[in-house]
């Protein structure tokens, strides 16, 4: 008989450490979940492209608003959040020579030059540089009427200072485009964390 209470006691403080070791996974997934960050939610941000100057730009060249750079706006779900940048639609309404483009995206705001001058960022700017997204003449498909660029095969995670915003600035390379303002619509596809 004390043999088999000796058992049943040991089996109790057994199931209470099996008890205890669960529930504290419990409220550690509840804690992680609550904070926002699960991962893996698809968004899209879209933003027309205001260009300043405008017409033929030369390659290296800056191209959209003088001074103040555009955004991506709610790309995260909470201020100072973050998330992977996975691709990029781009329409084009009109049909432009099919160009070679670059898209630089920061994590805050920084001092664009004059459209339609040299790209060129400070040094301190630099460092809050996110990723570059390459647009390449092959993912432009055309129709009668305009064109659209598509690719779907990048993976840039951002971690923002502060806000839901992304910064950014599209530089001319290769052929030199020759747009006029609000020609283009650009979306980043993300996964939210």
Not at 15 to 28: E, H, P
Not at 58 to 65: H, P, Q, S, V
Not at 162 to 171: D, E, M, N, P, W
């Amino acid at each position: 008989t004390t043999q088999i209470e000796a058992a049943d006691t040991a089996n109790a403080r057994l199931l209470r450490v099996i008890a205890a070791t669960k529930s504290n996974s419990v409220a550690n997934v509840t804690s992680t979940v609550t904070t926002g960050n699960v991962g893996g939610c698809p968004a899209m941000s879209s933003t027309t492209i205001t260009m300043s100057v405008a017409g033929a730009y030369a390659t290296g060249d800056y191209m959209g608003t003088t001074t103040t750079p555009q955004t991506f706006t709610n790309v995260c779900r909470t201020s100072g959040g973050s998330g992977v940048i996975t691709g990029l639609l781009l329409s084009d309404k009109i049909t432009t020579t099919n160009v070679d483009m670059e898209l630089w995206l920061f994590n805050t705001t920084f001092t664009a030059p004059t459209d339609n001058a040299a790209w060129a960022i400070t040094d301190d700017e630099n460092t809050t540089f996110i990723g570059v997204m390459s647009l390449s003449p092959a993912n432009w498909k055309a129709t009668s009427n305009n064109q659209v660029y598509y690719n779907d095969s990048f993976s840039i995670p951002f971690d923002l200072i502060t806000g839901t915003s992304i910064y950014y600035a599209l530089v001319a390379r290769g052929t030199t485009p020759a747009f006029t303002s609000l020609d283009l619509k650009m979306s980043l596809l993300i996964l939210q964390d």
